[in-house]
């Protein structure tokens, strides 16, 4: 888990990036045209009406010759100097320029091998009342090869969560992004639990003969332990895996 900042996809300052996007190109309606989109989707994606799929994104940042990385998060340069689009293995896409060669089949396949390479992992808001999860239109953008690589997890077995309460201090505090993997449940950890209906970030840790620990960093935070008969009222979320905060 690292403490590295990836910025949070929100619909809002996405729209202000995809209207950019649109200057860059002469405008919303030349902009779906050599992103092969509707304008009508254009309009909705700057009004932060709908969340645009990955798909969409990667034409969108192929058609205004953008890093889908910051397209999508905000996250690093907009372009690169020499207009060159990384992407996986260090190798580039060279991207068309806008007015001078339509949108052919070339273009199409390199928008989809880069929309590819990322994964739009979802936020889940617990709601207590009910002791359900609902999932939020915010996502957060991962480059796939990495999250199967370094954290050797499927994008499919993740989730983002907001980090909130002081239990957790210093090694966590409100506002912080989790990325939390269900599938992963075993091992001492920084863990995301449901104890009699409220869902706690805590410090995990398996004892003998079944038993836990529960802890947290905040020393004003008295640990605990649960025995092997008692683990029934827990219910472990699943992992932490990675920290995101501002500095």
């Not at 202000?16 to 030349?30: N, P, Q, S, V």
């Not at 690093?76 to 052919?104: E, F, I």
């Not at 929309?115 to 999860?133: C, G, M, N, V």
């Amino acid at each position: 888990m690292t403490d590295t900042q990836k910025p949070v996809l929100d619909l809002h300052k996405l729209g202000e990036r995809i209207a950019l996007a649109a200057e860059l190109t002469g405008g919303k309606r030349a902009l779906a045209k050599l992103a092969g989109l509707k304008e009508i989707q254009i309009y909705r994606y700057i009004k932060a009406d709908n969340l645009p799929s990955i798909q969409a994104i990667a034409s969108i940042a192929q058609a205004a010759e953008v890093h889908i990385e910051w397209l999508s998060t905000g996250a690093g340069p907009m372009r690169s100097n020499n207009k060159d689009y990384p992407h996986s293995g260090g190798a580039t896409v060279h991207l068309t320029k806008p007015g001078l060669q339509s949108r052919g089949v070339a273009n199409d396949s390199a928008a989809q091998e880069n929309a590819e390479q990322y994964s739009l992992i979802p936020f889940h808001e617990w709601h207590a009342a009910s002791r359900t999860w609902a999932v939020q239109s915010e996502t957060q953008a991962f480059k796939t090869e990495w999250l199967i690589k370094e954290l050797r997890a499927q994008p499919e077995d993740l989730y983002m969560f907001h980090v909130a309460g002081e239990d957790m201090e210093s090694t966590l505090r409100t506002g912080d992004t989790l990325l939390i993997n269900k599938n992963d449940v075993c091992g001492d950890g920084i863990y995301l639990l449901c104890l009699d209906g409220a869902v706690l970030v805590k410090r995990l840790q398996h004892l003998a003969e079944g038993a836990l620990l529960i802890s947290s960093d905040n020393p004003n935070y008295q640990p605990f332990k649960i025995q092997h008969e008692d683990k029934t009222s827990v219910q472990i979320l699943g992992r932490a895996v990675w920290l995101g905060h501002r500095l």
